[in-house]
């Protein structure tokens, strides 16, 4: 079992940016893929972002491609996801999640094993 802690959230101005971690800890060594999935209020989770800790391959929703961008760092076993030119339509509850095996196509929240607790990303106009 994984667990994962994200931090980072909060209030930012349109435009602006913020840096989202994702600390995970318990058996990591059977997770390869990490991801980045949102939620607003009234809507169903969305994908954002998805990476291979082996092969640094990446995904990202085409709403989000050259505005965020997904990274990991495994001798910390964290997940980051840097978002900038924010837009008031990013905000939502952002969560991290965890699968054992990467594909550019794993998109659904259903095809993560381990989740986070999420954090809030307010962004005003």
């Known amino acids: 079992q994984v667990q994962l802690v994200e931090s980072g959230g909060g209030l930012v101005q349109a435009g602006g940016s913020l840096r989202l971690s994702c600390a995970a800890s318990g058996r990591t060594f059977s997770m390869d893929a990490m991801g980045w999935f949102r939620q607003a209020p009234g809507k169903e989770r969305e994908f954002v972002a998805a990476i291979s800790r082996s092969a640094g391959l990446t995904a990202y929703a085409d709403s989000v491609r050259g505005r965020f961008t997904i990274s990991t760092d495994n001798a910390k076993n964290t997940a980051y996801l840097q978002m900038n030119s924010l837009k008031p339509e990013d905000t939502a509850v952002y969560y991290c999640?965890?699968?054992?095996?990467?594909?550019?196509?794993?998109?659904?929240?259903?095809?993560?094993?381990?989740w986070g607790q999420g954090t809030q990303v307010t962004v005003s106009v």
């Open positions: 999640a965890a699968a054992t095996y990467y594909s550019d196509y794993r998109r659904s929240p259903y095809e993560y094993d381990s």
